[in-house]
Nanobody, 125 residues
Framework: VQLQASGGGLVQAGDSLRLSCAAS????????MGWFRQAPGKEREFVAAISRDGDSTNYQDSVKGRFTISRDNAKNTVYLQMNSLKPEDTAVYYC???????????????????WGQGTLVTVSS
């Protein structure tokens, strides 16, 4: 499985960005997907996760109501819509795939087998 994240950039506080993550493979619809981020000097942290069919999602408390994770299984792509961005959202954002077929959303980095290369989001105040 190969994951290619894109959509990062430099924006001002209050702006929006949409990140995309395109996955290879014919069984994308069987993967649980997640977004994580890592700010300089900090550990990688969970942002959002989505179930295989897109019906279930989970978010870090600090992004609830501002970020939306979604997926298009026909396009093998997962998205992260980020609204009302804040300077503290500045980080490298990574998409991840869980192909284990174990039921349930995964919130820890160790639960994901495959990772994209990351895309940098910088929010200026």
């Amino acid at each position: 499985v190969q994951l290619q994240a894109s959509g990062g950039g430099l924006v001002q506080a209050g702006d929006s960005l949409r990140l995309s993550c395109a996955a290879s493979g014919r069984t994308f619809s069987t993967y649980y997907m997640g977004w994580f981020r890592q700010a300089p000097g900090k550990e990688r942290e969970f942002v959002a996760a989505i179930s295989r069919d897109g019906d279930s999602t989970n978010y870090q408390d600090s992004v609830k109501g501002r970020f939306t994770i979604s997926r298009d299984n026909a396009k093998n792509t997962v998205y992260l819509q980020m609204n009302s961005l804040k300077p503290e959202d500045t980080a490298v954002y990574y998409c991840a795939a869980d192909t284990s077929r174990i039921f349930g959303l995964k919130l820890r980095p160790s639960q994901y087998e495959y990772w994209g290369q990351g895309t940098l989001v910088t929010v200026s105040s």
